[in-house]
């Protein structure tokens, strides 16, 4: 289990483009949300996990929400995998949106062919979950890479029948009970296969709960806010590994890691070459593996919403940049599928020792000057390579988006 897990962003498309490309989602140039009118998508200069296992000799399927562009040059298809089935966005961009009825119908893909729109949304965790089992029966004797990115929990909410009204915590946890049960299934398999020994699984998100539609969204717990802001509720992810063997069962790793990092742990594992592009995540097998001593790879992680940098975390500091943000301000969210509206908050510059203050309460900024002031050094340095448009920097290093 890792504690200190961050996606590389507070929403969906850059926090897709940082695990498949191993970059901040900046530097490929996928920072903001796309949706059905968006002309951009991943580019083909980039590779993504699929095209570095690839010439390995290993067998790639996506089932389930893609959202790196729609468009046939963006789909995972041309981007590594041999099979896809999913959706190309959010299953909330579709007519029947509470806010906004403007969505085209929703497309379900297979392969690069539209094959129905505005699918059963019931049936979506059931179809993405028997096709993954499928994929690793057919492929049981070769090396294999299946990326499972469920459209749930994201809202609207839908589950089958068979886990409808079974949880204690309505709607929400009866969908988090078909998660459950979708991984079950792939961790049976491994086993009645005999390559559950074999196989490295790993479970996370992609950001933290949309708080705005309450009893829909989940919670973060004790970590202030939620998607959409770079506080630890919108990025710090429950992340679990699973590999017997290799692995030691039962384990916590509380160093600081990021979905950017599983790129370069796999290319290692399997012998791999790295992107020929430069990346931004590290190998963490010695944190995985639970090597003694073994200590986050990177001398900082950095907080983006769009192109503005709003957090760096470096060891146990994290020190917010003065930066607005959306807040319920304590309200209760909306019920029913139906979200309030945030308002905004602001926070100036803030720093938080997070092993004594997870939730984020406690700026001790006049306390660690020292802290700080290194801090905002590495603040400039990424400034510098990454840009910042809060300063109106550009940075020296962003690489173009795919384009139509």
């Known amino acids: 289990q ?16 940082a695990l498949m490309t191993g970059c901040y989602p900046q530097r490929v140039s996928l920072p903001n ?39 046939p040059k963006f789909l ?24 906004n009825k403007r969505f085209p119908d929703l497309p379900l893909i297979e ?14 965790t059931t179809w993405y979950t028997e096709r993954a089992v499928r994929f690793i029966e057919k492929n049981k004797d070769q090396p294999f890479f299946v990326y499972l990115p469920h459209s749930m ?3 609207p909410l839908f589950v089958s029948d068979k886990f409808k009204g079974k949880s204690e915590q309505g709607l929400y946890g009866d969908v988090m009970m078909e998660i459950d049960w979708s991984v079950g299934q792939i961790l049976s398999t491994l086993k009645r296969l005999g390559i559950d020994k074999k196989t490295l699984v790993i479970f996370s998100s992609d950001n933290g709960p949309w708080l705005s539609y309450g009893d829909r969204a989940g919670s973060a717990g004790p970590l202030r806010e939620g998607k959409g802001t770079t506080f630890d509720g919108g990025q710090c992810e429950p992340t679990i590994m699973r590999w017997p063997g290799q692995i030691p069962a039962g384990t916590v790793c509380s160093e600081p890691a990021s979905t950017m990092d599983i790129l370069p742990t796999f290319a290692k594992l399997a012998g791999a070459e790295l992107p020929s592009r430069r990346i931004d995540g590290r190998d963490i097998w010695p944190l995985m593996s639970g090597k003694p001593g073994a200590r986050s790879p990177h001398e900082a992680l950095f907080y983006y919403r769009g192109y503005a940098l709003e957090a760096v975390r470096s060891g146990k500091w994290k020190l917010h940049l003065p930066h607005s943000y959306r807040s319920l301000g304590g309200r209760k969210g909306g019920t029913g599928g139906k979200p309030v509206k945030y308002e905004q908050a602001k926070i100036g510059l803030a720093l938080f020792d997070l092993e004594k203050d997870i939730g984020e309460q406690h700026d001790v900024s006049a306390r660690y000057p020292d802290v700080v002031e290194r801090l905002l050094g590495l603040v400039e340095r990424m400034r510098e390579d990454l840009g910042d448009s809060a300063k109106k920097m550009t ?6 988006p795919g384009r139509i």
């Open 153 to 155: 929990a994201h809202v």
């Open 111 to 124: 392969g690069e062919r539209v094959i129905e729109y505005n699918p059963d949304q019931t049936q979506l």
């Open 33 to 71: 949300v796309i949706g059905p009118t968006a002309k951009i998508g991943i580019s083909d200069e980039e590779q993504t996990i699929a095209e570095v296992l690839k010439p390995l000799g290993y067998a790639t399927a996506c089932y389930g929400k893609w959202h790196m562009g729609h468009h």
């Open 76 to 99: 995972p298809m041309r981007h590594g995998f041999d099979d896809y089935f999913g959706l190309p966005y959010s299953n909330d961009m579709w007519p029947y949106h509470p806010t």
């Open 2 to 17: 890792f504690t200190d897990f961050y996606a590389a962003a507070p929403s969906c498309t850059p926090s897709r483009a």
């Open 395 to 400: 940075g020296k290093n962003r690489r173009q």
